[in-house]
């Protein structure tokens, strides 16, 4: 039997140690350092029981001190435990550098923001460089399925994107996070190339004139290398996949898949529902599910529709990084990074959830139509009724 399989409980801390306060037995534990189990025991006490910040930032310092895996996902999960009793509130990081800080300063550097994608895949991308008195500017709508959905190019000043930035976040709640102006321009490229159409490419030609250093162009990688020690969250990847930074309702990615990705699997499902061969409810349940579990791989199982949500991920981890969300980043990255490696969907969880609540509501939409579709079938209309009264009576 391993050393995690026999941890002690929560009495028999207290009994082993003398003290019936979950902070002095931690203090304890980890000044002898001996015993794997009882400190994970002890960690969790902690996480259960523990008041006040000072808990919460004990475990912090001891998750900075330890390199020993299995003890961070303990520390990790006493944490969430010690914020969902409102004992705890992680401190926000500092905000990583800036663009210009990681590329190098440049008076005559474009500048680059964008917005976090929304649920339909749908962001705004914004390019402005000084030109004179006066800042060109080009923003532009793109969605990673369909392409650049609007355009806007011309000149402003510095105040009025500043006031532009504060309303777009009053309007919708978007905030703008700065990004290298090199990344920005690729993204709209990559939309561009979904959606081609010559006279807007010329337009963002002639705008790149005058937006971007001559003979330079844009490329869509993935600045939150950058900011976040790649190798470090491939090495921790299991348990960021499992992180609760990703599975608050409020705080996680909320995407849906194009609903065309998902018809051919809701058909499935339904079929497996709407079987004629006679069965139990309970094994009719069970054969629904195992059509629903096997949707959600089928789903996602072309490589470029994989790809687009790797992207998504790994696009959500730099804006978290530019909030001071370095955590969050990490657990996004970490998402991105496993679908990359070609993990399972259901080996994923973040992704797996997103999936399961497009499929969802996939199927209530389907069901809400066909139930609309019998009602009004059931509805009839006066010429209806004057035509069947001169159909001949069967005798």
């Known amino acids: 039997m391993s050393p995690r399989e026999s941890t002690p409980a929560r009495h028999e801390i207290a009994a082993r140690l003398g003290t019936e306060d979950p902070l002095a037995a931690l203090e304890q534990v980890v000044r002898t350092g001996s015993d794997p189990a009882l400190l994970a025991a002890t960690v969790a006490w902690v996480g259960a029981e523990a008041r006040g910040a000072s808990a919460g930032e004990r475990l912090l310092a001891l998750e900075a001190a330890t390199a020993d895996k299995s003890t961070r996902r303990e520390i990790r999960r006493a944490l969430y435990r010690l914020e969902q009793r409102g004992e705890f509130r992680r401190p926000d990081a500092p905000p990583p550098p800036s663009t210009s800080e990681l590329l190098g300063p440049s008076q005559d550097e474009p500048e680059a923001w964008l917005t976090e994608i929304d649920p339909g895949g749908t962001r705004l991308l914004w390019i402005a460089r000084r030109t004179g008195d006066g800042v060109a500017s080009l923003t532009a709508v793109v969605n990673d399925v369909t392409g650049v959905q609007e355009l806007n190019l011309g000149e402003t000043r510095r105040k009025a994107i500043r006031d532009a930035h504060r309303s777009l976040v009053r309007q919708t709640g978007l905030a703008l996070v700065e990004a290298p102006w090199r990344h920005v321009d690729g ?49 921790e990847r299991d348990a960021l996949l499992q992180s609760p930074e990703l599975r608050r309702e409020k705080d996680g990615p909320a995407w849906l898949v194009p609903f065309a990705w998902v018809e051919a699997s809701v ?23 195992d059509a629903f579990e096997r949707a959600i791989e089928e789903v996602l199982e ?13 696009e959500s981890a730099w804006v978290a990084a530019r909030r001071g969300r370095l955590e969050k980043a990490r657990a996004l990255d970490a998402c991105s990074l496993a679908i990359e490696a070609g993990l399972p ?25 066909a139930s609309e579709q019998a009602r009004s079938s059931l509805v009839v209309t006066p010429a209806e009724a004057m035509a069947e009264r001169r159909l001949p009576r069967r005798r």
């Open 187 to 235: 993204l709209l490229e990559e939309a561009l190339r979904i959606s081609p159409d010559e006279k807007r490419n010329a337009e963002v030609e002639r705008a790149r004139r005058v937006l971007l250093p001559a003979g330079e162009r844009g490329e869509a990688g993935r600045p939150v290398d950058s900011v976040v020690d790649r190798a470090a969250v491939e090495r």
């Open 267 to 289: 058909e499935k499902v339904e079929a497996a529902r709407e079987s004629l061969v006679v069965v139990s409810p309970a094994q009719q349940e069970e054969r629904v599910r």
């Open 302 to 314: 072309a490589p470029q529709r994989r790809a687009l949500f790797a992207r998504r991920f790994a």
């Open 345 to 369: 969907v259901a080996g994923i969880p973040p992704l797996a959830d997103l999936v399961r609540l497009s499929l969802g509501f996939a199927l209530e939409t389907r069901a809400r139509k």
